[in-house]
């Protein structure tokens, strides 16, 4: 990871990276309202973000949750992958739209409103809502606020929009890479419930480099099996999760591989700030297996230790409490009934072997070198910028077979609990 | 649950439930050590507790973890069940011996100077061990602990061996029903890393009613089956639960029914003891599944909802927040591909029907209603005898089979995280 040294000079940063390809508009703006289901003594405030094409596009792709409650704007999402091209892309924070009696109409006729200002149907948009799950959108304020929303669009970045779509989110998380002749941009919001199939995320790439739908959805499923998939900060996956891809084919494209790469790299990056911007995050923890007979079992076990909850308490504490970390690896092998030749398993906590020949390897000198491992690898509060740029790495090795797989996820803290025991207020 | 007014009520009510069957003695001791793999300021204190039959008894019976790293006391215990008899067994907290260099002839030669003392052979007991996983049993302080421990023995009752089992609990753990002419009298101790399969929960039952091996090998398992495996704390499965069971065969016995329902009745009242008692519990949460296919898909959704931060961090800040509630059904069902007929599902929280026909039910009265619910949940610190008597109930029906499930757990409060963030000081 970069790093930074003032607020400023990351803020110059993030807006160099932030510049739009070329036939995209971003914007926002916000609005407040009294929600229906709760009585509340000050409203709330939601913002709505826009991210429009100068031209309709066919270019574009989408991935969803795999929730079995998936959210309004899911469900309208997956229908529009069939239209044959796309305007762009609204989203609104603080309430998700998710299971509630008008949830299709309340989404359709805000967008129906843009249409009239911005060209085109209501079906040439994508609605994206992350928030409080089974609440109703405010639908009047929302109509409201289209006009100040295309007032608000500039063709220059798109801080704003990443601003926008926050929740909870600590920063706003934008990555890119300079293509060939064109570049591929990407915003994402997730703090809370970020597990495999992208939970409470909302991810959005943009690129002006032309390429054709179906290559663009290829590519966007294959990087997402490989970065969206891999990290957990709760174990949740939400009813909301997208990531959408749009092209303006401005530019000239280049090779698929050439593309993909990028995608991958942009994506990755993307990945790692949102764990990093969990909710109450104070250790990013990476777990890397291998030595595993398929990468699936791999990956399985690098995820049940990362959504281990007295692992994550544990690294929170910079207590190097090694015996959670065997007894989870052991709990999800035994889960799996997965026979394991314990003498030849190796586990590491950074550049220390903790167990190896079936034993621990443990002493005084050990424990202190690796509680100051920890201590080292905690987020400073006081360097709130970048995000947190400190890993604790854990690495098993079984022995068993030549596949590998990482994931990265948090640990769990007092803020986590703080933040989640009433998120809604 | 009972309730009781005073502690001095709770405490009498305790004794009379730990009365001991006959041909049974137990007692404890401590002792004080310092940690090879930790330099430490104060000497650290660990508890010798002792069960032991009168005469040696070939009915006894046993279930371990499958954890894939099991603790050296699970691996000797396993060898255990095919001795011909047994005369006891022997606990130790603070220290669980798992994957230590010599840690199955540190926990034998304990056993050693025990049959020395107490008569037979060091295979004639059962170890068992719970507390930090990875550290060296203190055998030298052990082996001068073993006459003092003899000394303690009494006839009586449970109470001081199911307090010195204990490592973060609240409270003592015993439960007992009269059978017959005998009695069955259990006693757990289980904190943290409680979920299936037991984790580390160590428990112990013990009756005078003559019953065959096989035949209460067979009830356990059915048994635990039912009722141990079917609480969460924290999702993780230790390297060292044990469930071991052991008749003196000093009165008549029952038809295997009987026992068996009279052993049923004791073990669920004593899992809902080691979940009330869980590490930070605030709430007792208890999830049922009705109009699954299978049972093992609604106890496996209902453990998912138990399993999920998000919900355990909401009910703990007492916040309705049933979007979640339906996010964590949602997310099990999706990743279980299980194609579900949203609009037949129907989801409670307490009384209250938050969820049919595919949409929320919800408004601000409900809200107040539910939010009001989980205060009344909530454990009063300030009773805190006897156990937390309350449960918040949140029961989903799938429309989409006969089979239901039920199971157990608890919220996630800051409590838990301090408690884990650095057990081991």
């Known amino acids: 990871m970069e790093t930074y040294t003032s607020p400023g000079e990351y803020r110059a940063a993030l807006e160099a990276r932030a510049a739009l390809p070329a036939g995209f508009r971003a914007g926002r703006t916000s609005l407040t309202f009294r929600p229906r289901e709760r009585s509340v003594e000050n409203p709330y405030t939601m913002n709505l973000s826009l991210l429009l094409l100068d031209d309709p596009s066919p270019s574009f792709a989408g991935i969803f949750t795999r929730n079995a409650f998936p959210g309004h704007p899911v469900v309208i999402g997956r229908k529009r992958l069939s ?33 009239e200002v911005a060209g085109g149907d209501y079906d040439d948009y994508f609605p994206a809502s ?146 990093r911007n969990g909710e109450g995050t104070t250790h990013v923890i990476r777990v890397s297996v291998s030595g595993a007979p398929s990468e699936g079992m791999a990956l399985g076990l690098a995820k049940a230790v990362l959504n281990s909850p007295l692992v994550k308490t544990a690294v929170f504490g910079n207590d190097p409490n090694v015996g959670r970390l065997v007894m989870a690896v052991g709990d999800h092998l035994g889960a799996q009934s997965f026979e394991v030749a314990l003498s030849k398993v190796r586990i590491r906590l950074g550049d220390s072997v903790i167990f190896s020949e079936g034993v621990f390897r443990l002493d005084a000198a050990t424990e202190e070198r690796l509680a100051a491992y920890l201590k080292v690898g905690q987020f400073d509060p006081k360097k709130p910028y970048p995000e947190h740029d400190r890993t604790i790495d854990i690495i098993v090795d079984l022995a068993a077979g030549q596949a590998r797989a990482q994931a990265i996820g948090s640990d769990l803290s007092y803020d986590y609990v703080r933040e989640n025991a009433d998120y809604r207020t």
Chains 1, 2 share one sequence.
């Open 83 to 115: 239209m044959p091209f796309t305007r762009g892309v609204l989203v609104n924070n603080k309430i998700s739209n998710v299971c509630t009696s008008d949830g299709d109409r309340d989404a359709e006729q805000v967008l129906a409103r843009l249409a």
């Open 130 to 275: 992350t928030g409080i799950i089974g609440w109703r959108l405010p639908v009047e304020e929302m109509l409201q606020a289209i006009p100040p929303l295309l007032a608000s669009l500039k063709g220059d970045n798109l801080l704003e929009f990443a601003s926008g779509i926050m929740t909870t989110d600590r920063f706003p998380k934008i990555r890119s890479a300079a293509v060939g002749e064109g570049r591929i941009v990407a915003a994402a919001k997730g703090a809370g419930m970020i597990e495999p199939n992208m939970a409470t995320m909302l991810a959005f790439v943009l690129t002006d480099l032309e390429i054709k739908r179906d290559e663009l959805q290829k590519a966007l499923e294959r990087v997402g099996s490989r970065t969206f998939n891999r990290i957990s900060i709760d174990s949740d996956q939400s009813t909301s999760d997208t990531l959408l891809a749009m092209s303006s084919r401005k530019r000239r494209g280049v090779s698929p591989r050439q593309f993909e790469e990028a995608l991958a790299s942009v994506c990755a990056e993307l990945v790692e700030d949102i764990v």
